[in-house]
């Protein structure tokens, strides 16, 4: 017997940037068809039109293509089942033909209630403010003639699913096991709005059978609304897919990722300097642990160990500094012509004076978590920032301000008449110099450097930095450090 294919499918809003928990589930749905040599399709659901946004259907787009989740179908790839936009397919009139056939079937019915009456359905939970609106079913006793007299007449209605009110319903996922839920919980939820368009509960089911979706991957947030969907599902005599259901994805202090993180969608931590690459590792990681604990995988390595029945029930925290590690890595192990171009942009604008930009790169290569990063290591070659003078002051260098000054004075000269002003023969010289009047090479070297950067830590020693800022300008700092130490002596 054949094994059925696995088809399964990223379906967002397009509401703006794509959020970090929506990546995840657009990741893992690939993972989970890839693996098995599946189909990855994508289906965009824009029924929602107030929270519609101009231009985000072309970030969901771009947000695939960086992270190389490849989809197999979509609105860009016909496969036989399309539309793969459901306002597309709203206005085929999908949506209602299938609602039609559950009011046939007793399972869903017109409901014509106005505002004024629902909003005196409202409840109050036991023991809590929060009022929750429980349908009563009122629509359901009407009767065909009443039913017709009202949808002749215009009268504005929506379509709600008929629920039992007694009995359980169970379903099964993957990560939660079997999960009961008392029937008399199951409100007769909405399946077609007011406005002639599906709610995303409803659309969703119908989609997923018509396109042949055998592995639903969403968040936990939607295991309450699985019973529902269960009993659709049912209602038709269709197939219940498999169920997959994400964790959910915290801050530090365990509370719902949410936009005032900074970090919540990929854009965010593109814009943060991190590698797409290293985004689409660390969310893989955020719910789910492969066999061999290897942690840094690229999209071909994850798509080989994914197995989803590893995914944790835990919620899942989203470690930035852990981020940050993990695109340390990525930038570490790229070819430095690559990891040059990707940061050209931000040298150039933390240094404007003529310095060679790939030598910059080097030195900030394996410092960085993130490429934003590389101006604090490398914006004293633009200008030295304010410092204090206990910046010449170091035990282990055995230099303090006096010694400081000192050198400072002694090297000046020997710089202004140095010629080869390389870091090898700049080296040498100070070297030399070091030797001659006692000194150890990082009792002279500490405070050269000190004037030249005015921070504690650079990616580069004295000389190089020597080097690359050339003759005129290291003579001009050493002396407004001449400057500084002899005010501060005064």
Same mark, same amino acid.
């Given at each position: 017997?054949?094994?059925?294919?696995?088809? !399964?499918?990223?379906?967002?809003?397009? !509401?703006?940037?794509?959020?970090?928990?929506?990546?995840?589930?657009?990741?893992?749905?690939?993972?989970?068809?890839?693996?098995?040599?599946?189909?990855?399709?994508?289906?965009?659901?824009?029924?929602?039109?107030e929270r519609?946004?101009?231009?985000?259907v #072309?970030?969901?787009?771009?947000? /695939?293509?960086?992270?190389?989740?490849?989809?197999?179908?979509?609105? %860009?790839?016909?496969?036989g089942?399309?539309?793969?936009?459901?306002?597309?397919?709203?206005?085929?009139?999908?949506y209602?033909?299938?609602a =039609?056939?559950?009011? %046939?079937?007793?399972e869903?019915?017109?409901?014509?209630?106005?505002?004024e009456?629902l909003?005196?359905?409202?409840?109050?939970?036991?023991?809590s403010?929060?009022?929750?609106?429980?349908?009563? =079913?009122?629509?359901?006793?009407?009767?065909p003639?009443?039913v017709?007299?009202?949808?002749d007449?215009?009268?504005?209605?929506?379509?709600?699913?008929n629920n039992?009110?007694?009995?359980? *319903?169970?379903?099964?996922? $993957?990560?939660y096991?079997?999960?009961s839920?008392?029937?008399?919980e199951?409100?007769?939820?909405?399946?077609?709005?007011?406005?002639?368009?599906? *709610?995303?509960?409803?659309?969703n089911?119908v989609?997923?059978?018509l396109m042949?979706i055998t592995?639903?991957?969403r968040?936990? $947030?939607y295991?309450?609304?699985?019973?529902?969907y269960?009993?659709?599902?049912?209602?038709?005599?269709?197939e219940?897919?498999?169920?997959?259901h994400?964790p959910?994805?915290?801050?530090?202090?365990?509370?719902k990722l949410?936009?005032?993180?900074?970090?919540?969608?990929?854009?965010?931590?593109?814009?943060?300097?991190?590698?797409?690459?290293?985004?689409?590792n660390?969310v893989?990681l955020?719910?789910w642990y492969?066999?061999?604990?290897q942690?840094?995988?690229?999209?071909?390595?994850?798509? =080989?160990?994914? #197995?989803?029945?590893?995914?944790?029930?835990?919620?899942?925290?989203?470690?930035?500094?852990?981020?940050?590690?993990?695109?340390?890595?990525?930038?570490?192990a790229?070819?430095?012509?690559?990891?040059?171009?990707?940061?050209?942009?931000?040298?150039?604008k933390?240094? *404007?004076?003529?310095?060679?930009?790939?030598?910059?790169?080097?030195?900030?290569k394996?410092?960085?978590?993130?490429l934003?990063?590389?101006?604090?290591?490398?914006?004293f070659? $633009?200008a030295?920032?304010?410092?204090?003078?206990?910046?010449?002051?170091?035990?282990?260098?055995?230099?303090?301000?006096?010694?400081s000054?000192?050198v400072?004075?002694?090297?000046?000269?020997? /710089?202004?008449a140095?010629?080869?002003? !390389?870091?090898?023969?700049?080296?040498?010289?100070l070297?030399?110099?070091?030797?001659e009047?006692?000194?150890?090479?990082g009792?002279?070297?500490?405070?050269?450097?000190?004037?030249l950067?005015?921070?504690?830590? *650079?990616?580069?020693?004295a000389?190089?930095i020597?080097?690359?800022?050339?003759k005129?300008e290291?003579?001009?700092?050493?002396?407004?450090?001449? %400057?500084?130490?002899e005010a501060?002596?005064?």
């Open positions: 017997m054949s094994r059925i294919k696995i088809r !399964t499918r990223f379906a967002p809003s397009p !509401t703006g940037r794509m959020h970090v928990g929506n990546l995840r589930t657009a990741l893992y749905a690939y993972l989970i068809a890839k693996h098995e040599g599946g189909d990855f399709l994508l289906r965009i659901e824009d029924t929602d039109q519609y946004v101009e231009g985000a #072309d970030i969901i787009y771009r947000t /695939l293509a960086k992270t190389g989740l490849v989809h197999d179908e979509g609105p %860009d790839k016909d496969g089942v399309g539309p793969y936009v459901q306002s597309e397919r709203q206005a085929a009139g999908i209602m033909h299938y =039609k056939q559950l009011i %046939d079937k007793g869903a019915y017109y409901c014509f209630c106005t505002k009456r909003d005196s359905l409202q409840q109050k939970v036991d023991g403010d929060k009022e929750i609106r429980v349908y009563d =079913k009122h629509c359901l006793s009407l009767t003639e009443e017709q007299a009202n949808l007449a215009g009268k504005p209605f929506v379509i709600r699913q039992p009110t007694t009995g359980t *319903t169970t379903f099964h996922d $993957e990560i096991g079997d999960i839920v008392d029937n008399a199951l409100d007769d939820m909405i399946l077609i709005k007011s406005d002639g368009y599906p *709610t995303y509960n409803f659309a089911v989609d997923d059978h042949g592995h639903v991957v968040g936990n $947030e295991l309450s609304s699985s019973p529902k269960n009993r659709l599902y049912e209602a038709f005599g269709w219940v897919p498999v169920y997959v994400c959910l994805i915290t801050d530090a202090d365990h509370q949410s936009k005032r993180s900074g970090h919540s969608s990929f854009e965010d931590l593109v814009d943060q300097g991190f590698l797409p690459e290293a985004i689409v660390f893989a955020l719910g492969p066999e061999s604990n942690e840094i995988m690229s999209l071909e390595e994850l798509t =080989k160990q994914f #197995d989803y029945h590893r995914i944790s029930k835990s919620p899942a925290v989203f470690d930035y500094e852990k981020l940050k590690w993990m695109n340390g890595e990525y930038c570490k790229m070819d430095d012509e690559a990891f040059y171009e990707l940061a050209k942009p931000y040298i150039e933390a240094v *404007t004076r003529p310095i060679d930009g790939r030598r910059l790169a080097a030195m900030v394996t410092r960085i978590g993130a934003t990063e590389i101006a604090d290591h490398l914006d070659f $633009e030295v920032p304010e410092y204090d003078i206990a910046l010449y002051t170091h035990k282990k260098m055995k230099t303090n301000a006096e010694n000054l000192a400072l004075k002694a090297v000046k000269p020997l /710089l202004e140095q010629e080869d002003f !390389t870091n090898d023969a700049l080296y040498a010289t070297q030399a110099f070091a030797a009047n006692g000194y150890k090479n009792t002279v070297l500490w405070p050269i450097r000190t004037a950067s005015g921070k504690a830590m *650079t990616p580069a020693g000389t190089e020597l080097e690359l800022l050339g005129e290291s003579l001009a700092r050493i002396a407004a450090g001449i %400057d500084k130490l501060a002596q005064a």
